[in-house]
């Protein structure tokens, strides 16, 4: 019986397993083909023949790589930045303070959490080009300064902070905007933590917004130079080139995500949706 | 050195009440200066925007309106058709694969003590990855000519595919992109839902007698109902939402992306092409009304769904 049971506990350590391979597979790939020479994706080979630096080479020293890994980093902080800030200032107000239009307040908010970015971004494209905002980092990141999701997310969290704890601060004479930095904000910071990984991770990978607004290299984020780069047709595609731009951004990431796993995977089922 | 100054402690007045009230109106006034900018933000960059979206659709590119004109041309037109025709497949294709892949991996998991962390983790990996770089590197899986992809066909015998390069295959391909890279979250969350099932319920099932089988159909099934409800309307509308894949796995080498011909081309994808290639914004814009109005559908049926969830 209990040869039995291991004997399963193996097959499905089996299937598992085939599936890690399947799941793995594409960034090896992506690794290796980045260290092959260009004239290797003629056929088909496992190995590169020798490690090819050249395609790194080429990203460093032929693209703007490095102007878009800042724009990128720059973007994402900023917005991930403001939106955890707002996000949690109007979750708070709305949950903790009585006032007229609270209700009418919130449920615009929810309102807009319907609309989809597809139908948003043709106004902003006409707004970005009448405020002269295209091609630039607040064109490209002003859309994301605020979420409703955020809001709504933060909202549920405040309502748990005791009440008891807010008049405390008052009683000690804090003024209500350092209330909601020192004593509100160390409450929900599990929350804050989920939200700030969805955000960043969003926004690092936004791409229908950022084509849209940006127009020269020198202000594209990764994924835009990536794709922009790859489709553009200067004489076949350059795979080594493309694949080593893949890694570059894929690995950083993924180091990360191994060193805080427990967190991102716990905050994004807490949270439930992509940012 | 800060000065303290004590007060004498202030006994109740018969003014106390008039002071609750000022003190009440403070607070409220905190709330309006804590709210002004963010009301202006969602006001000036979701609401009016989104009216103004509705507004652009009623009028032509050449200033006409407002009209029906760009409906009409949608209905007429065969590449919008085709669009609409190949979201709706995405849709169908892909979310019920990628649950049900997510759900497979999330009771194998259960099943097993060691590894349970690691596997998890590496699930969950390509959720979190950029989709441009895994469009990218699926792109050179898929290669016809010396694509790993049809390598490893070879070794069963299988005869080489065009993939992307076929009217009928490219659709199925990008599926499958979209299916590798969302069944991780999927499976995340079946796990969440496992997870919440009271031990007791499905012990106290085999206690009367009910086989593997039986326990799942008729004890974890039902009780993951929210979580499949959830699972779906989110798949169902980032599926509906389909376009960064499209455009990396078959943009470019001369061709718009959505090829080849047309074959994969989603609502969205034929979006930024009208607004964005042909520069026709206002036609554009009665595209994603029609893309808004499926969106609000999905949800509306979700809502209709869950209240019918929790009357059981």
Redesign the interface.
């Known amino acids: 019986m209990a040869q039995r049971r291991s004997l399963g506990v193996l097959l499905v350590h089996g299937i598992l397993w085939i599936g890690v391979v399947v799941v793995a597979f594409p960034f090896v790939w992506m690794i290796l083909s980045s260290f092959k020479s260009l004239p290797e994706f003629y056929q088909f080979d496992f190995w590169p023949q020798h490690w090819d630096l050249s395609a790194y080479r080429q990203v460093l020293t032929q693209t703007e790589y490095g102007r878009w890994y800042l724009n990128s980093i720059v973007v994402a902080v900023i917005v991930t930045v403001s939106a955890l800030f707002f996000a949690s200032l109007v979750g708070y107000t709305l949950a903790k303070f009585r006032f007229r239009g609270n209700q009418l307040i919130f449920i615009l908010i929810l309102c807009t959490m319907m609309v989809p970015t597809e139908l948003l971004v043709i106004p902003w494209y006409v707004m970005s080009a009448r405020f002269g905002w295209v091609d630039t980092y607040w064109g490209i990141m002003f859309p994301g300064l605020m979420e409703a999701f955020g809001v709504f997310l933060m909202r549920q969290f405040m309502l748990g902070i005791p009440d008891d704890l807010l008049d405390a601060a008052r009683i000690d004479g804090m003024s209500e905007f350092r209330i909601f930095l020192r004593v509100v904000l160390p409450q929900v910071k599990p929350a804050l933590s989920a939200l700030g990984i969805l955000t960043f991770l969003g926004n690092w990978n936004a791409y229908l917004w950022p084509v849209i607004v940006v127009s020269t290299e020198s202000m594209r984020t990764l994924p835009i130079g990536i794709g922009m780069f790859s489709t553009a047709d200067n004489g076949g595609l350059q795979w080594n080139v493309i694949m080593a731009m893949s890694t570059l951004a894929v690995i950083p990431i993924v180091i990360l995500y191994f060193i805080f796993q427990k967190r991102i995977v716990e905050g994004i089922a807490l949270t439930g949706v992509k940012g | 050195m800060k000065s303290v100054v004590l007060e004498p402690r202030r006994t109740p007045q018969p003014g106390m009440a008039s002071r609750r009230m000022t003190l009440?109106a403070r607070?409220?006034l905190?709330?309006?200066a804590?709210?002004t900018?963010?009301?202006l933000?969602?006001?000036g960059?979701?609401?009016?925007?989104?009216l103004?979206?509705f507004g652009?659709s009623l009028f032509t590119d050449d200033g006409k309106g407002p009209t029906l004109a760009n409906f009409k041309t949608m209905v007429g037109d065969e590449v919008f058709r085709r669009a609409l025709g190949n979201t709706l497949l995405y849709v169908v294709i892909t979310v019920p694969l990628q649950m049900a892949a997510g759900l497979a991996?999330a009771l194998?998991?259960g099943?097993?003590t060691?590894?349970r962390?690691f596997?998890?983790?590496?699930?969950?990996?390509?959720?979190?990855?950029?989709?441009?770089?895994?469009s990218?590197?699926?792109r050179?899986?898929y290669?016809p000519?010396?694509?790993?992809i049809n390598?490893v066909l070879g070794w069963f015998h299988i005869p080489a595919q065009l993939w992307l390069r076929d009217p009928h295959e490219a659709l199925l391909a990008v599926s499958i992109v979209m299916i590798?890279q969302n069944a991780?979250?999927a499976m995340?969350?079946f796990?969440?839902g496992l997870e919440a099932i009271p031990r007791s319920f499905l012990e106290a099932a085999r206690v009367d007698g009910a086989g593997p089988w039986q326990v799942f159909r008729w004890v974890t099934w039902p009780l993951l109902n929210p979580t499949v409800v959830?699972l779906a309307v989110?798949g169902v509308?980032?599926a509906l939402?389909t376009?960064?894949q499209i455009?990396?796995l078959t943009?470019?080498?001369?061709g718009q992306a959505g090829g080849p011909l047309n074959s994969t081309v989603s609502?969205?994808v034929y979006?930024?092409n009208s607004?964005?290639n042909d520069f026709n914004?206002q036609y554009?814009?009665a595209v994603?009304?029609v893309?808004?109005v499926l969106?609000?559908l999905v949800?509306l049926i979700q809502l209709k769904v869950l209240n019918r969830a929790y009357e059981y």
């Open positions: 009440a607070r409220a905190t709330a309006y804590f709210l900018v963010p009301v933000f969602f006001v960059i979701r609401i009016l925007p989104t103004y979206a652009m991996l194998l998991i099943r097993v060691r590894l962390g596997y998890r983790t590496v699930y969950f990996l390509p959720y979190i990855t950029s989709v441009v770089a895994v990218w590197v699926w050179l899986m290669d000519n010396s694509g790993v390598e590798w991780g979250f995340l969350i796990m969440a959830f989110t509308i980032s939402q376009f960064t455009e990396n943009g470019g080498s001369g609502m969205v979006v930024y607004g964005f914004l554009a814009s994603t009304v893309l808004f969106i609000l949800t």
